[in-house]
């Protein structure tokens, strides 16, 4: 599948209305039909246990509905952005900081991904000739295009001084809604998306959350009456505890799990809906 050179009608709808529209697209791969929302990921290239976890849970709550995936292919949360939409059947694409030429494309260990993406219906995009190399100076001139054709731009992981955050300043510059993941207090991944929560930020902890900001309504059926998933033994060792609300020390303490395994479960339940915290207890959420 080779890149084609998009006319300018073909454009994605959403790059007429940034300041700095691309001049020229190339393509590889279908666009989602027109009714889809895009929603923007971007954080951390030193991606922790929890931000792949947020971002698996968050879009594989995405599966069914028209919502396409749009991340930077870079190593990290990108990555994870694209695997997680391609393991719910989603629509992703990609905007890589080079050409879309398999020999340009950046990062190399990351051309299987790009290629998996394609096999799935998925697309490329970018604004340079098919041939050009990654450079460091591309990195922020496509993050625009990324923020660009966003509905919505969601931020799972990112340090205080991260280039992520200057991604996520484009959201406000350009109107987009920007969602941010909580973190753990005093984790340095944290500062990033809690800085921009206290500046007004839309919190996300649920999938429904990022429906509602892409003004997609819910099933609430299919929600309502879904097997619940667990991802681990923990997971459902926890939840069956919360039969009874419990506090958290007492919750960790009775689980018969390592702190940071009870921990990572307890994060991963409450980001799946599954629980909720509520006057110094947790229980299952109705």
Request: neutral net charge; charged residues 20%.
């Amino acid at each position: 599948m080779e890149p084609t050179l998009l006319a300018a009608a073909e454009h994605p709808s959403g790059f007429r209305h940034i300041p700095d529209p691309p001049e020229r697209l190339w393509l590889r791969g279908p666009l989602p039909a027109p009714d889809f929302k895009y929603l923007t990921v971007v954080g951390s290239r030193a991606l922790t246990a929890y931000g792949r976890d947020a971002i698996t849970k968050l879009i594989g709550g995405l599966a069914g509905y028209p919502v396409a995936i749009v991340s930077g292919l870079a190593l990290g949360a990108d990555a994870a952005a694209h695997e997680a939409a391609l393991a719910a059947g989603l629509p992703t694409i990609a905007f890589p900081g080079s050409g879309l030429a398999d020999r340009a494309i950046a990062p190399r260990t990351n051309l299987g991904l790009a290629r998996r993406i394609l096999n799935a219906g998925g697309a490329l995009i970018s604004e340079w000739e098919p041939s050009a190399k990654a450079a460091p100076w591309r990195f922020p001139a496509r993050n625009r295009l990324m923020v660009g054709i966003a509905d919505a731009v969601l931020m799972v992981e990112a340090c205080e001084k991260s280039g992520t955050l200057i991604t996520a300043r484009l959201s406000g510059e350009y109107g987009r809604e920007l969602l941010c993941v909580p973190h753990r207090i005093g984790d340095v991944h944290a500062e990033g998306g809690h800085q921009f929560l206290r500046l007004g930020a839309t919190l996300v902890s649920t999938s429904a959350h990022i429906l509602k900001a892409l003004r997609i309504e819910a099933d609430a059926c299919a929600t309502a009456t879904a097997p619940r998933a667990f991802a681990s033994d923990a997971e459902r060792a926890i939840y069956e505890m919360l039969a009874e609300p419990h506090e958290r020390d007492e919750l960790l303490r009775k689980v018969g799990y390592v702190s940071g395994v009870a921990l990572t479960a307890l994060v991963s339940l409450e980001l799946n809906g599954y629980i909720i915290e509520e006057f110094g207890k947790w229980r299952r959420k109705a």
